[in-house]
Each structure stands twice: as structure tokens, then as C-alpha cells.
């Protein structure tokens, strides 16, 4: 299990990238991009076919993923291979419940384990139906990441209790993708998430510009970065699967992650 330390001045960078996307063997290489660019963590998202949560940028790497027949057992693989090639920093695994119904949950723990998997992240599981999963994260060593809503409202406290590694804060309601502005409330709900919260707390779904990093670092501890980066690998897909063209498309994505990070200490 993993706590994310920082520094006063420090502030986490939390991205986002779905497994498989363009390619499996790229997704490895965009791991070890943002590792470099600052990454405190990974979320390494599942494609899933009904992404109830997710906008049009992440449908789309889902489908790219999925037409590359990446699914949850390739995808928590694919994260052991990450570790296998250099990624030191916690893999979060993001996935809807309905993959992780699908496989025994012993089996499925098993492979988190056998892949050195550090945490999970399940977005369409409510708090009051998570405490069975909570409990096997706990007997296997993985860390069950919580997230918190505005409509979270009268549970915040009791999801920030028992929190572990961060809690992610959803900015907005609705589904995933680049915001040009938040709604004025957002800043008196991270305040108050943030007050009741004993582990770090990161702000996600809409960060897309490094002027709403430094925003959203004033009030949280941080940011999670998931359409803006995804967007970004579809727009140098073809660069990144031509292997002439890999290297410089690597180091064009790692320069514009490094736009959304800062400082980080994992203890």
C-alpha cells in the first residue's frame, strides 16, 4: 500500500493514460514519459465499452484499446510490464466493477499482486457499496483510492476517514473532459474536502491547462490530468507508432505533461 507524501510546497501530479492506447508497447513508453515529466502516480485506465464517466477523448482511446483487444487481465499486465521497464512511481488501476465482477476476485487480486499493481480506482462504485472491495484491497496490500463529489456533500466526511493514498476530488459533475472554466462553488467544495481529508487531495476531471493547475494547487494538493494528456496521445498517434517517428513524438508528450506537474515525494 502507498501514501502520497509532500512537501509544503510540493504539489502531486496525477495522470491518467488508457491502457493499450495507441498500442500496448507504446502505452509502456508513455508511462515511463510521464514518470520523467514529474508523475506522482499512474491511473492506467481499463478500456471498458459503456464508460459511464468518461467524454468523447477517453470513449475514443477506449475504442483504440479495445480494437487492440486490450482488456482488464492484458491491461493489469501491461502495468507489471511497466515496473518490469522502469516504473518505480504507484500504478493506479482505473476501472469500472463490472471487469473486476467478471473475474473471480481472488484471480483478480492475484494478478494485481503478480504485477506489482499498487492501487484501484473503481469510478462507478458508490461509497456505500464499496466496503467489500475496500476490505480485499486492504488483505491484498492494495491502496483503494476514494472519490469524492460535489453531490458528496453529507458523506464527505465519512469517505476522507477512511481515505487512503489520496482522495480524488471530482471538480464537476457529468463526464470527463477538457473544461475551459469551473463553476464558482468548486473552490468552497475543495476547501471543505480538503479540511475533513488526512491524506492528500487531488483535484480531477477538466484540468487541462496549466493556468487551471496552478488554480486548482492553490486550493488542493494537487491535480489529476486524464483528457488533456489522452487528447494528446491521439493527436501524435501516428507519430507514436511509426518507430521513426517514436522517439520525438515520446519527447513532444513528455514537454507537454511536464506543463501540468510539480514536485513530488512518495513514501
Do not use: W
Not at 84 to 94: C, D, Q, S, T, W
Not at 172 to 179: D, I, K, P, Y
Not at 201 to 220: C, D, P, R, T, W
Amino acid at each position: 500500500m502507498f501514501n502520497l507524501k509532500k512537501q509544503p510546497s510540493d504539489k502531486l501530479f496525477v495522470p491518467f493514460i488508457t491502457a493499450g492506447d495507441p498500442l500496448p508497447e507504446i502505452s509502456i513508453e508513455l508511462a515511463k514519459s510521464l514518470q520523467e515529466a514529474g508523475a506522482s502516480a499512474l491511473e492506467l485506465g481499463v478500456p471498458y465499452s459503456d464508460p459511464l464517466a468518461d467524454g468523447p477523448v477517453i470513449q475514443r482511446a477506449s475504442k483504440r484499446a479495445l480494437d487492440n483487444d486490450m482488456n482488464i487481465v492484458k491491461a493489469i499486465r501491461l502495468g507489471g510490464e511497466m515496473k518490469k521497464n522502469g516504473v518505480h512511481i504507484p500504478i493506479i488501476l482505473f476501472t469500472y466493477y463490472n471487469p473486476v465482477l467478471q473475474l473471480d476476485t481472488d484471480h483478480f487480486f492475484a494478478l494485481l499482486r503478480q504485477n506489482r499493481l499498487d492501487g484501484l480506482l473503481v469510478p462507478d462504485l458508490p461509497f456505500e457499496e464499496s466496503v467489500y472491495l475496500q476490505q480485499q484491497c486492504k488483505k491484498h496490500g492494495i491502496t483503494y483510492i476514494s472519490l469524492v463529489a460535489p453531490t458528496s456533500e453529507s458523506r464527505i466526511q465519512k469517505i476522507t476517514q477512511q481515505a487512503e493514498g489520496f482522495v480524488y476530488c471530482v471538480s464537476s459533475l457529468g463526464v470527463t473532459g477538457v473544461r475551459n472554466e469551473f463553476e464558482d462553488s468548486v473552490s468552497s467544495f475543495i476547501r471543505s474536502v480538503k479540511g475533513m481529508s488526512s491524506v492528500p487531495v487531488a483535484v480531477g476531471f477538466g484540468i487541462s491547462s496549466s493556468k487551471q493547475v496552478e488554480m486548482m494547487n492553490e486550493l488542493a494538493d494537487g491535480v489529476v490530468v486524464g483528457s488533456a494528456l489522452v487528447r494528446k496521445i491521439e493527436e501524435l498517434k501516428d507519430e507514436l507508432i511509426a518507430p521513426e517517428t517514436r522517439e520525438q513524438a515520446l519527447k513532444a508528450f513528455e514537454a507537454y505533461a511536464k506543463t501540468f506537474s510539480g514536485s513530488y515525494m512518495v513514501k
